[in-house]
């Protein structure tokens, strides 16, 4: 699969935040991360705060929009997790009709490519749910490995983080 690149933050692409809104809420309802009432299903449909204050990509494939993304630094509003000197990338989503093809790998490889082009920047790291499985066998298959002890706990709710890491020096 082809994916094209496309930085949404900018005016031209706003037609895009819809369709982003509901590859992101599908990608996570479908994987059944969250009910639809739950609270973070409305921080997982903000895409304007993102494209605010993170780069917000999307991947294009035969024409249609079919992953997003957000890419932040430390400091940053969005930022959860990054240190000085990472990149960090939150809310990957993919299509669920377009899931199992590649996609998700696709964009994690993409992301990879871009850090290593930003000067300062040593690793990429990641937050995802104990629960999210599928997430980290592809994050290990590429090379990012735990940090637990970077691990944490979303406040007021029972929920474990687990902090994945990629070095990118080599």
Do not use: N
């Not at 973070?40 to 780069?55: F, K, N």
């Amino acid at each position: 699969m082809r994916c094209r690149w496309l930085l949404s933050s900018g005016g031209r692409w706003l037609r895009t935040f819809p369709i982003f809104r509901r590859i992101t809420r599908d990608a996570y309802l479908r994987a059944g991360h969250f009910a639809a009432d739950h609270p973070y299903m409305s921080v997982l449909e903000d895409v304007e705060h993102r494209a605010e204050h993170a780069e917000v990509w999307v991947a294009e494939a035969a024409g249609k929009v079919v992953a997003a993304v957000a890419l932040t630094f430390a400091g940053r509003p969005c930022s959860e997790i990054a240190r000085d000197g990472e990149l960090e990338f939150r809310m990957l989503a993919v299509d669920p009709a377009h899931q199992g093809g590649g996609v998700g790998r696709a964009v994690v490889r993409e992301i990879v490519k871009h850090a290593r082009q930003l000067p300062g920047v040593e690793a990429i790291s990641i937050t995802s749910a104990t629960f999210m499985e599928r997430a980290h066998t592809l994050y290990e298959s590429l090379g990012f490995r735990r940090a637990p002890e970077r691990d944490w706990c979303v406040p007021a709710e029972d929920v474990l983080l687990w902090v994945f890491r990629l070095e990118l020096a080599g």
